[in-house]
């Protein structure tokens, strides 16, 4: 297919189109970022950040035979991005190989040295003959596809060819091949594997899913901690959670095997309504006892021994020191043990920021810096909580606390304080740690960001830390979102002097366009470097007419429009019209984000039903709602209101479930909502609907403990 109708494709929303794109062009890219940067993994990160780069701006390419000069200027402008942050030089030493008896170096160390004897040849060619070199002759791309590429003739692709020849010795052209084809990635393919390994996981395949560990292995943990490029979407899951939950006990206990953590990142941290909550007795709610006993094991012989009693924990987070105290004593070793998430109770004394309890623990002999499932030691934990987003909510007198007591004073530590001091002498010690990203997966620049500490950031990006590197829960760093967050303008600045990505996002907290909304001179900066506003941000501010003259230059980013949330500066009428506008340039809502949706029932029902009548599902809507988070809800009135209005005005069934058997009654039953489970009952829900025991909404309100509800529901015949 000819490269034009590919991008009209694409620009249609075609995933295949794009993908295709990406599989003729990433060697191109990657190519030309070589010539211009003389560095192999700047390359590819320049290469990844240019084709992600077109995939969101491929809609704003006006003529599509333009396709190749576009995607070079992009490239061009993310190498130059990399340029800026930190000049990158290779001394001529270091580029010879030396033959001096010492043991072989391994085959990383190898290739390492071909790279850098590749690049001292390179640079005896001049900018336009490196390029063509590595692209005709590396790529083996047509010269006709380099000339269009470098926007040149084809008589001048010749011409550089066979003035670059006679320059480089013999036999580096082969080399130059066979070195930089090695390890090119694609991100389309790759970034669909990784989807693949969970819905592989879901269905217990072990032969798939290990296939796609043994070329991914970085993703074993979760594909949040894979840093070889920056994803498209979040992936906050695990293997072995999916596998787990989903009752495959050979494939969990080969992930375990494989050496997976047994405390899997979606259950390892503190989110939300799952807080502190034991995973395990969720498995063995289902039956999964198997599964819970090997996962036991395993996090005893990783992190310590599991607690004999949860008394400690729940007495800790109450603040019972007398209770405490006497569970200590009847047990010593109980300081030393962990709960299901690998924490201790110094931990749990942490999170509630109690430091006589911190003493207390400390002084019985708690280990002062075990690190939990989630790899965050207590010190940790008195920075930024035990939240899985990296909440700051530094506790000063515990830090100082557990520092004084032997806490291992690290680099992200230093950052997080603003100790210029302890930050230099580390960087003398290993200057590498500047950019070294804690067992936590924070790294040491989006600390001292957080923190404030303008001198630390520079001092940091001076020795060589990379803002873009990537971070828990994030595309690629999280320090320039948290600095237009707070609206430090002058940390702003100097992360994108040295090529901060504005476009990369923080989980479900947008970019740093969207972190800057209240601060203009911010918004100003972040769009003088390349930032781009999603549309479902200007829809969130209510700006239908921005969004008009984006939707008649290109209908294709119609369904970006219904946003995350709606703000608090509009109307229901204004909400209606933006919408109305998309529909009319072909947006539909049967795949649109369960939340946007969600937002949209709740803040504006008339909306709601219009995105009804073209694919939105209420069924999704009542299943979410029914089974939220009550601070989401501080007026059972209104989330009443809403299950009804889906119910009586939009046709949601009460009786539909969710892939895992849960019915709108089961959620309620489960969260506590006696209002909504009265309404359903009254509707006709069936409390006896066929699905697993675990699933059920008797057994759930009784796990729950909500005795008002366990009686409404006996009363309907519940069994």
Not at 499 to 506: F, I, V
Request: aromatic share 8%; glycine share 8%.
């Amino acid at each position: 297919m000819r490269i034009a109708q590919l991008v009209t494709d694409a620009q249609a929303g075609s995933a295949d189109a794009f993908g295709e794109l990406v599989r003729r062009y990433q060697g191109m890219a990657f190519g030309y970022a070589y010539a211009l940067l003389g560095d192999f993994h700047l390359a590819q990160d320049a290469a990844q950040e240019a084709m992600l780069h077109a995939y969101r701006s491929v809609g704003a390419l006006r003529e599509p035979k333009a396709w190749t000069a576009w995607l070079r200027r992009i490239v061009f402008k993310q190498c130059d991005r990399l340029r800026r942050r930190k000049a990158w030089t290779v001394p001529l030493d270091e580029a010879m190989i030396i033959a001096d008896g010492s043991p072989l170096p391994d085959a990383a160390t190898l290739l390492d040295d071909r790279r850098r004897q590749l690049r001292a040849a390179l640079d005896i060619l001049s900018d336009g003959e490196r390029a063509v070199v590595v692209l005709c002759c590396v790529h083996d791309y047509r010269q006709r596809e380099v000339a269009e590429f470098l926007n040149v003739r084809v008589d001048t692709i010749k011409n550089r060819l066979r003035s670059a020849r006679r320059k480089l010795a013999g036999g580096m052209l082969a080399m130059a091949q066979q070195v930089l084809n090695e390890g090119v990635p694609n991100i389309q393919e790759w970034y669909a594997e990784i989807q693949e390994l969970a819905e592989a996981c879901k269905r217990g395949d072990i032969a798939r899913a290990t296939a796609l560990l043994d070329k991914h292995p970085d993703v074993l943990d979760t594909p949040d901690w894979d840093e070889r490029f920056p994803y498209p979407g979040s992936c906050i899951w695990s293997p072995l959670g999916i596998a787990a939950m989903h009752g495959h006990e050979a494939l969990a206990r080969l992930l375990l095997d494989m050496g997976a953590n047994p405390v899997p990142i979606e259950r390892g941290m503190q989110y939300h309504h799952f807080t502190y909550a034991s995973w395990i007795d969720e498995l063995r709610d289902r039956h999964y006892d198997g599964i819970a006993d090997a996962i036991e094991r395993a996090i005893e012989e990783r992190y310590g021994p599991l607690m004999d009693t949860p008394e400690l924990w729940r007495s800790v987070r109450e603040g019972d020191m007398e209770r405490v105290r006497a569970l200590i004593a009847e047990n010593p070793e109980r300081v030393r043990q962990v709960d299901h998430a690998g924490s201790t109770a110094l931990h749990h004394a942490v999170a509630v920021n109690n430091l006589e309890l911190v003493r207390v623990l400390v002084e019985n002999g708690s280990p002062i810096d075990p690190r939990n499932g989630a790899l965050r030691t207590p010190l940790v934990a008195a920075f930024y909580s035990l939240h899985y987003g990296f909440r700051d909510e530094p506790k000063p007198e515990i830090i100082d606390y557990l520092l004084a007591n032997g806490a291992a004073y690290t680099m992200l530590i230093a950052a997080a304080r603003g100790d210029e001091a302890r930050i230099r002498e580390l960087l003398r010690q290993d200057p590498s740690l500047a950019n070294a990203a804690d067992p936590c997966r924070r790294r040491p620049v989006s600390a001292a960001t957080t923190a404030g500490h303008a001198h630390i950031v520079r001092l940091l990006l001076e020795n060589g830390a990379n803002p873009n590197a990537k971070e828990a829960t994030c595309q690629g760093g999280m320090s320039l979102w948290h600095a237009a967050w707070k609206g430090n303008t002058e940390i702003v600045r100097m992360l994108l002097d040295y090529g901060a990505e504005p476009n990369h996002w923080l989980d479900s907290s947008g970019d740093a366009v969207f972190a800057a909304q209240k601060y203009p001179e911010i918004l100003n900066l972040l769009y003088a470097h390349g930032a781009t506003m999603e549309l479902q941000v200007y829809a969130h501010n209510y700006r239908i007419d921005v969004i008009a003259e984006i939707l008649r230059l290109d209908p294709s980013q119609a369904n970006g429009v219904l946003p995350y949330g709606w703000g608090d500066d509009g109307s229901e009428e204004l909400a209606y019209n933006i919408m109305k506008l998309a529909i009319r340039y072909g947006a539909r809502f049967e795949n649109a984000s369960g939340w946007n949706l969600r937002w949209t029932v709740k803040q504006y029902p008339r909306v709601f039903k219009l995105l009804q009548e073209h694919g939105a599902d209420p069924n999704v809507q009542i299943l979410g709602i029914s089974g939220d988070l009550k601070r989401r809800w501080t007026d059972p009135e209104h989330q009443l209101r809403t299950i009804r209005f889906l119910v009586e005005e939009c046709g949601a069934d009460v009786d539909c479930r969710d892939e895992e058997g849960f019915t709108p009654l089961a959620n309620a039953s489960r969260e506590g909502y006696p209002l909504l489970v009265e309404y359903f009952l009254g509707k006709g829900a069936d409390p006896n609907a066929s699905a697993p025991d675990w699933a059920k909404p008797l057994f759930v309100a009784q796990k729950g403990g909500h005795a008002e509800i366990v009686e409404m529901l006996r009363e309907r015949g519940a069994a």
